[in-house]
C-alpha cells in the first residue's frame, strides 16, 4: 500500500521559504544548501573578479568577423564583471597602440607576476587564480613551472568556475595517482635546477603533449629571482615529501641527447634531426607560447651570428609577448658586438618580427600571419604537428628547438644545428 501522499507546502521555519521539488531537495541536500538558487543567468557574477586573468591571444589579427566578435564578447563580459585583469586589444592594426595588449597568455602571465610558487591556476584565454590555475587552453600546465599547479579545462568547467570557484573534487579526481587517468608530471635534478625560467616554461608547456594533466618544477632561487619584480604579492612554496610516492621515475642522462625533431604528424613522433637530413622544407616558423619567448629567439640568434649565412627559406618570427617584441630591439646577443635579434634577423634575410600572438600556431582564419594556406613543410618551434594544426590539412610539420629551426632555415632542409655550433 502506498505511503498516503501529504500537501506539499513551502517550509516555515529556518531560512528556506520557497517550495522544492524532490530533485532540487536531493541537490541542495547534497551541496549543503538550505535550497537552490541559480548560479547563472543575467544577473550572474564571477566569484572574484581580481581572481580572474583575461588574456585575448588567439586569433587575434585577423578581420575574420567571427574571430574578432570572440574579443568583443570578452570585452564585454569584462567591463560587466568589472574584471580587474583584463589585458585588452582594440586597434587591431598597430599592436603597440595597446599598452594593456600582451600577447600568449602562457608567457604573459608569468611576466604580468601572476605565477607563483604552491599557488593553482586555471586559465580563456582567460585564467583563474585560485591556489590554482586553471584555464581554458591545455598549454596552461606551462605555469607548473613556478612551483605551482596548473592545468586546462573545459569551457563548461571555466563557467563553472567563475561562477563558484569551486572544482575541488574534480581537481582531486583528475591527478589522483591512484585512479586518475592523467598523471602530474615533476621535473627535478640538476639540470632542471639549471633551466632559467623560460626553459622551465617551455618543459611544463610540453607536458600535456604526452598526456599528462600538469607538470611542475619545484621552485628554488631562480624562481624567486625571476619574481622580485613581478609580484608583491606574498606566495608559500610546496614541494614532495622526501617519503612521497610516484607512479613511476625516469633518469635522463643529457649528456647522451642529441637534436631531436617530431615528424608528421604527432609529438611522439621522435627522430634525431640528423636522421631526416634529407628532408626539404619550404618554411620556418619560430614562435608560439613553446618557442616565441625572449630565450628561444636569442638562441635562434645565436645559430644565424655563428653561420654568417642568410636563410633559403621564408622565416617567419612570432614573438609571444608585446614584452618579448620589445626585447628582440633592445638586448644585445651574447656575442655579437651589441646586435639585436632584431639585427641579426634582418641581416640573415627573416621576415620583420611580427605583432605578438598565437600566430599561426593553430591555423585560424585564411589571413592569419604565417599561416600555411598551401601543403608546405614546416619546421617549427610550436607544440603540435596534428594534419591541419597550423593550416592546410596535407601540410607537413617538424617540430624543432629554436636552435634547430634556424639551423634548417640556413639550408633548406631539416638541419642538426651542430652544424653551426661547432
Known amino acids: ?21 524532490m530533485t532540487e531537495k536531493i541537490l541542495a541536500r547534497a551541496s549543503e544548501k ?21 588574456i585575448p591571444d588567439h586569433y587575434i589579427f585577423t ?3 567571427r574571430a574578432n566578435r570572440n574579443v568583443d564578447i570578452l570585452r564585454d563580459f569584462c567591463m560587466e564583471q568589472n574584471i580587474k ?39 580563456v584565454m582567460f585564467f583563474i587564480c585560485l591556489q590554482v590555475l586553471l584555464g581554458t587552453d591545455s598549454h596552461t600546465c606551462t605555469a607548473g613551472a613556478f612551483g605551482q599547479f596548473a592545468t586546462g ?34 621535473f627535478v635534478g640538476t639540470t632542471v635546477e639549471s633551466l632559467n625560467m623560460e626553459e622551465r ?36 612554496p610546496v614541494y614532495s615529501d622526501a617519503h612521497a610516492s610516484f607512479l613511476s621515475e625516469y633518469r635522463f642522462d643529457i649528456s647522451k641527447l642529441e637534436p631531436l625533431v617530431a615528424k608528421p604528424h604527432s609529438p611522439d613522433n621522435r ?11 619550404d618554411r620556418v ?62 641581416e640573415a634575410g627573416c621576415d620583420t618580427p611580427a605583432s605578438p600572438s598565437c600566430g599561426a600556431c593553430l591555423g585560424g582564419p585564411k589571413d592569419t600571419y604565417a599561416r600555411m594556406n598551401e601543403p608546405k613543410v614546416c619546421v617549427s618551434t610550436t607544440n603540435r604537428n596534428f594534419p591541419g594544426r597550423m593550416g592546410h590539412k596535407e601540410g607537413q610539420i617538424y617540430l624543432a628547438s629554436p636552435y634547430t629551426a634556424a639551423a634548417s632555415a640556413l639550408t633548406g632542409y631539416v638541419t642538426d644545428p651542430r652544424e653551426f655550433l661547432q
Open 285 to 346: 616558423y619560430i614562435g608560439s607560447c613553446t618557442g616565441g619567448k625572449t630565450e628561444d629567439f636569442l638562441t635562434a640568434a645565436k645559430v644565424f651570428l655563428a653561420s654568417g649565412k642568410k636563410v633559403k627559406v621564408p622565416t617567419f618570427l612570432v614573438p609571444a609577448t608585446q614584452k618579448v617584441w620589445l626585447d628582440l630591439y633592445t638586448l644585445p646577443v651574447p656575442g655579437s658586438g651589441g646586435k639585436t635579434c632584431s639585427q641579426i634577423f634582418e
Open 63 to 65: 578581420s575574420d568577423e
Open 34 to 54: 538550505p535550497q537552490l538558487s541559480p548560479e547563472f543567468g543575467e544577473n550572474a557574477k564571477v566569484w572574484d573578479r581580481e581572481k580572474v586573468v583575461v
Open 1 to 21: 500500500m502506498a505511503p498516503q501522499q501529504s500537501e506539499r507546502k513551502p517550509a516555515t521555519t529556518g531560512s528556506v521559504k520557497t517550495g522544492m521539488t
Open 271 to 281: 627522430a634525431l634531426a640528423r636522421e631526416c637530413k634529407d628532408v626539404k622544407i
Open 201 to 236: 616554461m617551455t618543459l611544463c608547456n610540453m607536458v600535456v603533449e604526452a598526456g599528462g594533466k600538469n607538470g611542475v618544477v619545484p621552485a628554488d632561487s631562480t624562481t624567486f629571482k625571476y619574481l622580485e619584480d613581478k609580484t608583491s604579492l606574498s606566495y608559500e
Open 85 to 123: 585583469y583584463f589585458y585588452d586589444i582594440k586597434d587591431l592594426g598597430n599592436f603597440k597602440a595597446n599598452p594593456n595588449y600582451k600577447g600568449v597568455c602562457h608567457v604573459a602571465l608569468a611576466q604580468e607576476g601572476h605565477c607563483r610558487p604552491g599557488e593553482c591556476f586555471i586559465a
Open 153 to 186: 579545462i573545459g569551457n563548461t568547467d571555466a563557467g563553472f568556475v567563475l561562477g563558484t570557484g569551486k572544482l575541488l573534487l574534480k581537481i582531486i579526481g583528475e591527478i589522483s595517482v591512484a585512479g586518475a587517468t592523467y598523471k602530474s608530471m615533476e
